[in-house]
């Protein structure tokens, strides 16, 4: 598959496991909870692992060798930009739309 | 147009009834209503006294914006009723008015003679003419009565008169002046025992001491007919006991009377006697609630106290049942649609389901259930005790930290900085609140009951609406404590917030998923829309079930 394609959708992958843990931390009790940073922690941690994982992913669905190959690895660095910004972009518009959710502490 | 609403509590026991009113208020179960509060005490250095006019202030605190008016009254919300403070108390301090023989100036004037006789036939001459009335009338009601009238009408005349007038004074002319306004319109309800000393002398006079004292204030025309404002009163008879006082703390004159409270089944039979047969308090009250505790009288008495105490600071005691029972008394009087304004006086009562010697009451025992006011009463108390146990044991209130101010700032986390501008000071005055209603930990770590934990512990082995997880007093099993799971019956526990999630998460997500309606509520200042926010998502959780 394309990486312009593929990548941003792992981009979007990695931004949907962050919603899942982000929303499976429990609001702390206490007089100060610490559960925000939690979930911003998880969103950044994800970020940060967000280019080796892509990267991966793009290795992994190369094809095994020929132009495509070459074509496949030329397109990986900006595959890998997109879905970096893409998890970077969509999750601060779901942030600030849902601001009043666990999702809204990621920003 | 809807009636304006009066209480009036009158001395220890009278007090800790209108604690339990407080509270009701406190939990919204008088929405949207001005309540005047008079405290009617003979004994102004009274533990009780000061400890329910603290929580008043407390509460008046709560409800006020940036002035210290109160606040107004809103709708459907915790402290939704205004209360208006007002105290009076009869002044024993001086010498010349510490016992009846001083007060009364038997000895001066020409009828002296007659005076002393009449004095002498009716009050015995070496103890009830006597002893110290600075604590009270101490079950000598024949006293007190004469002498809460004489305290009411003397405060009148002092009025009139001008010159020097004392602040109670003031505040007793200006809540005799409202009922007097609102004539017909009034519902004036009194809180005190049949069975002691100042509220047993109190509830026959206070409705005519009232009146006369407009009519002195009026010159002779008063404007307050006592047989057309709507009075009404429970009957409350024993329920608790002393020590015993003996011989050497009777030796001397101060304290030749010291109620005896083996005597309070005797005395509160002469007085259902009494109120059963008066024709002036048949024709004033138009409704009287019997409220009384079958079961063994619960002793008073502190360990470390060796001595039978009569009144004074010390006299503090824990908030029992009936005292709630009390002022569900005056809710019911205060939103009865068939209240006869004219002819002689109800006697109600209602009784609870007794099984195996322990009491299980319900809800409708105390509020009846037109108007499914039952189910009002569970939410609402269950809301509030939800609200406690939200602020004292997961915002950890009740163990010395900042409760309400950890509920805003997990607001603020949430990205709902509207409450931002309440202070420090004001939500703490709330986590204050909820230890006196509900529990804290003191600075030796011993735990202290709340008002609602009080009563629970006067109703033990029996049982009201809650689960005994609900009253712990065990840090561990506080810290577990479901807030979302108080009742008894599990019909009413709230879901839970998520597979793995309690019902603390289920609160958390309604608070801040909501959008507060501020015209419904009636709210005006910040403090006021906190307030109704956190109900509102307590409300939101409990329709979660």
């Known amino acids: 598959m394309n990486n312009y394609i593929l990548l941003p959708v792992v981009g979007v992958g990695m931004l949907l496991i962050a919603a899942l843990i982000s929303n499976m931390i429990k609001f702390e009790a206490g007089a100060n909870p610490k559960d925000p940073k939690k979930r911003k922690g998880i969103f950044w941690l994800l970020f940060l692992l967000n280019p080796g994982v892509t990267y991966a992913v793009g290795i992994l669905t190369s094809p095994a060798s020929g132009i495509a190959k070459t074509k496949h690895m030329e397109s990986l660095p900006i595959g890998l930009v997109i879905g970096v910004v893409v998890y970077l972009l969509v999750g601060f518009v779901i942030s600030k739309v849902m601001k009043t959710s666990k999702l809204g502490h990621w920003f | 147009m809807a009636d304006k609403l009066f209480v009036i509590g009158i001395g220890g026991t009278g007090m800790r009834c209108l604690e339990s009113f407080v509270h009701l208020c406190a939990i919204g179960m008088f929405d949207n209503q001005e309540i005047n509060v008079l405290t009617l005490d003979t004994d102004a250095t009274n533990g009780n006294l000061e400890r329910v006019r603290k929580l008043m202030a407390l509460y008046s605190d709560i409800k006020s914006g940036t002035t210290k008016d109160g606040g107004t009254p809103n709708n459907n919300t915790f402290f939704s009723a205004k209360l208006n403070l007002y105290g009076f108390n009869t002044d024993y301090n001086s010498t010349s008015r510490s016992t009846y023989r001083n007060i009364s100036r038997l000895t001066e004037g020409e009828s002296s003679k007659q005076n002393k006789l009449l004095s002498d036939l009716f009050l015995d001459t070496n103890s009830v003419q006597e002893f110290n009335l600075a604590h009270g009338y101490r079950a000598q009601t024949h006293l007190g009565s004469h002498l809460m009238y004489h305290g009411i009408i003397e405060a009148a005349r ?144 502190k360990n470390s106290s060796n001595k039978t105490i009569t009144g004074g600071a010390t006299q503090k005691n824990p908030c029992h049942f009936v005292e709630l029972v009390c002022a569900c008394a005056a809710f019911d009087f205060f939103n009865a649609d068939d209240l006869k304004a004219e002819g002689k006086a109800e006697y109600l009562y209602r009784t609870g389901e007794f099984e195996n010697g322990a009491f299980n009451f319900k809800a409708s025992d ?82 202290q009951s709340g008002w609602i934990y009080q009563i629970r512990e006067s109703l033990q082995p029996g049982n009201f609406i809650f689960a005994n997880a609900a009253f712990s007093k065990s840090v561990k099993e506080l810290k577990g404590l479901d807030v979302g799971k108080l009742y008894e019956d599990e019909n009413y526990h709230w879901e839970k917030g998520g597979v793995f999630g309690d019902t603390y998460q289920t609160f958390i997500k309604s608070l801040t998923k909501l959008s507060l309606d501020d015209s419904a509520h009636l709210v005006n200042h910040t403090k006021e829309k906190f307030i109704a926010h956190l109900h509102d998502g307590i409300m939101a959780s409990q329709s979660n079930r």
Not at chain 2, 280 to 301: A, C, F, I
Not at chain 2, 389 to 398: D, N, P, R, V, Y
Request: hydrophobic share 35%; net charge negative; no cysteine.
């Open chain 2, 158 to 301: 002092n009025l009139s008169a001008g010159g020097d007038v004392s602040s109670a004074e003031r505040d007793l002319d200006e809540f005799i002046q409202k009922i007097s306004k609102a004539g017909e319109e009034a519902r004036v309800f009194i809180f005190g025992s049949v069975f002691g000393g100042t509220g047993a002398s109190s509830i026959p006079v206070i409705p005519t001491a009232h009146s006369d004292a407009m009519k002195v204030r009026s010159q002779g025309k008063s404007p307050l007919d006592d047989t057309k404002v709507k009075f009404g009163s429970t009957l409350l008879t024993e329920y608790f006991s002393f020590k015993k006082p003996d011989q050497a703390e009777m030796s001397t004159k101060a304290d030749s009377v010291i109620a005896d409270s083996s005597f309070f089944p005797l005395n509160s039979q002469a007085a259902l006697q009494f109120y059963q047969g008066d024709p002036t308090v048949q024709n004033v009250y138009k409704r009287l609630y019997h409220v009384g505790w079958p079961l063994e009288s619960k002793s008073m008495d």
């Open chain 2, 366 to 447: 105390l509020v009846g259930n037109q108007k499914n006011i039952d189910e009002r009463l569970i939410d609402k108390l269950g809301a509030f005790l939800s609200l406690a146990h939200i602020t004292l044991t997961k915002k950890e209130a009740g163990f010395g930290n900042k409760g309400f101010a950890g509920l805003r700032n997990q607001l603020e986390q949430n990205n709902i900085d509207s409450y931002s501008t309440v202070t420090d000071k004001e939500l703490d005055q709330l986590d204050e609140y909820m230890r006196l209603f509900g529990y804290y930990f003191d600075s030796s770590n011993n735990f």
